[in-house]
């Protein structure tokens, strides 16, 4: 994810500049920025019209804009007309050219830096980032922790450590722009004055094998006033798990100071129990959704669901509903068309030369006064082998509400079917690793069930039909998925673990590997 969470906490540090007034002038910066903010999300279709008309003027002199007919692009109707739907693999013949040391191809000049990453079915995906684009990230990462500050005014932990859980910050360069991991570019715009907040060490954050990696960051931090951490959640357990193997306290009695955690990447809620359990006690959170494309969102209230959609800096967002996204002509609709609780497919044209370009997340609409949204999930992350097409936030969901007032806790899972069963029905399994296990596998199995029926329609119907027979869970051995993620080179850093599949890569590897309990 671009410019990553680090970012979030950068607008801790503005404050920071003024140390002896610190706390004072925070809430003071709070205050000023909650108001802007308030302008542009009170008039949201008017504030995206105005990005979209500024980046095709900005873009008609480039190859695309002059391939794409930008100069005759008058509102989204002419846009829709004369710019398709494009993923990386379709953008990728401008993207190369770029690559090759050209101008004005995507955007005007050459982008700044190369967000590398992979996934992709070609290999690596260059994502470029230009010093327009990257400015509103900074601004983006900045305000979240401001908006938390206005609103709960607490800003105590600008005075103490914080760290991000993050990849290499060591960049490559070819043809005059900087090519790195996402969160190693942010890493580049904390400013001078900052440093002394920020943990671990350069050093440490240049080590690339992840669990040398934790090592050296639990035994820098672990006397150090830690008032602020980040990272995904899978990443920030592993951290805690160290850090009380070396101390034999809970997180919270380590850090008697810290209690806000700023996360992104996934859905936070399969880890609550959990995290609450290792730290000992509650905590403030902020989510936020920053990607190698963009800053999206960012949690802007502590009182209500979603995340602030990000309207004013250089992006222009459209939207498809899912489950129409793969007909032939899907209809593109605008922020002023959208619908609470519909899974969309979230389509950006940007300031560093993203047109029409598809991520592959899915969103809903939690809000639309003003307009908040939650991640759903990737549009090729879902489960669909019988029709069903479930999807990440619906088994988050039915996994969030099945330990509710429970002392089960779960580390990690995966959802995949399982199509040709030995005998009987086809079926869900979910392969879970327990941190602790419940003690009634079977009731436990049936409340799950029973909160997917609920949650999804089609997987009721299938059921009720006996099409599917109700889930099965497969209980993982401790560390398995951190041994599945290392065996694909994936551990650590930004990288996750889907949360389903319509394949059983995954399940088969961990049967394979004597991984199952």
């Known amino acids: 994810m671009a410019t990553q969470l680090t970012q979030q906490i950068l607008l801790i540090f503005s404050m920071n500049k003024i140390s002896s007034i610190r706390s004072l002038f925070a809430k003071a910066f709070a205050a000023l920025i909650a108001r802007k903010i308030n302008n542009w999300s009170s008039n949201p279709i008017d504030t995206q019209e ?46 190369e050219k770029v690559i090759d040391g050209e101008s004005d191809v995507l955007w005007n000049g050459k982008p700044s830096y190369f967000a590398k990453t992979s996934g992709t079915t070609s290999g690596s995906k260059y994502i470029p980032i230009t010093d327009v684009s990257i400015k509103y ?86 006397n150090e006033n830690m008032t602020v951490i980040a990272g ?69 209230s502590q009182k209500e669901r979603g995340m602030l959609l990000q309207l004013d800096s250089g992006i222009f967002y459209e939207f498809v509903e899912a489950d129409k996204f793969f007909d032939k002509s899907p209809q593109r609709i605008t922020l002023k068309d959208v619908k609470i609780g519909v899974n969309y497919v979230i389509i950006i044209s ?12 899915t969103v809903q609409f939690t809000s639309t006064s003003p307009y908040r949204i939650i991640v759903s999930g990737r549009i090729k992350h879902f489960i669909s082998a019988f029709g069903e097409h479930v999807i990440a936030k619906e088994v988050e969901q039915a996994l969030s509400l099945s330990v509710l007032n429970s002392d089960i806790r779960v580390s990690e899972f995966t959802v995949a079917p399982e199509i040709n069963p030995m005998k009987g029905l086809p079926y869900h399994e979910w392969l879970i690793e327990f941190d602790n296990p419940p003690s009634n596998f079977n009731k436990f199995a049936d409340k799950l069930n029973s909160e997917l029926v609920k949650q999804n329609t089609y997987y009721s119907d299938l059921i009720i039909g006996k099409v599917l027979r109700p889930l099965k869970i497969t209980a993982v051995k401790q560390e398995g998925f951190k041994i599945y993620m290392k065996s694909i080179g994936k551990l650590g850093g930004q990288n996750k673990t889907p949360r389903l599949s319509n394949d059983r890569k995954i399940a088969d590897f961990l049967y394979s590997n004597d991984l199952i309990n």
């Open 350 to 361: 940007t300031n560093a030369g993203l047109w029409a370009y598809n991520i592959g997340d």
């Open 137 to 222: 990230q900074v601004e983006a990462s900045r305000n979240a922790a401001l908006m938390y500050i206005n609103e709960t005014g607490n800003s105590d932990f600008v005075d103490g450590k914080w760290i991000f859980l993050q990849g290499s910050p060591l960049l490559n360069e070819k043809n005059g722009i900087k090519i790195g991991r996402l969160s190693g570019i942010s890493a580049h715009y904390v400013p001078s004055y900052l440093l002394k907040n920020r943990m671990p060490s350069w050093e440490t954050n240049c080590i690339e094998d992840w669990e040398t990696k934790v090592n050296h960051i639990v035994n820098e931090t672990v």
């Open 50 to 95: 105005r990005v979209f008309k500024k980046l095709i003027k900005s873009a008609i002199g480039t190859k695309f804009g002059k391939d794409h007919h930008f100069k005759s692009i008058n509102n989204h109707i002419d846009y829709i007309s004369k710019v398709p739907i494009r993923d990386y693999e379709a953008l990728k013949p401008y993207i």
């Open 232 to 300: 995904i959640p899978s990443w920030v357990q592993m951290y805690f798990e160290k850090l009380i193997d070396v101390k034999n306290k809970k997180v919270g009695d380590i850090f008697k100071n810290f209690n806000l955690f700023i996360y992104g990447g996934v859905n936070y809620q399969p880890y609550r129990k959990k995290f609450e359990n290792l730290i000992g006690r509650k905590f403030d959170s902020i989510e936020l959704y920053p990607a190698s494309e963009g800053f999206f969102a960012f949690q802007d």
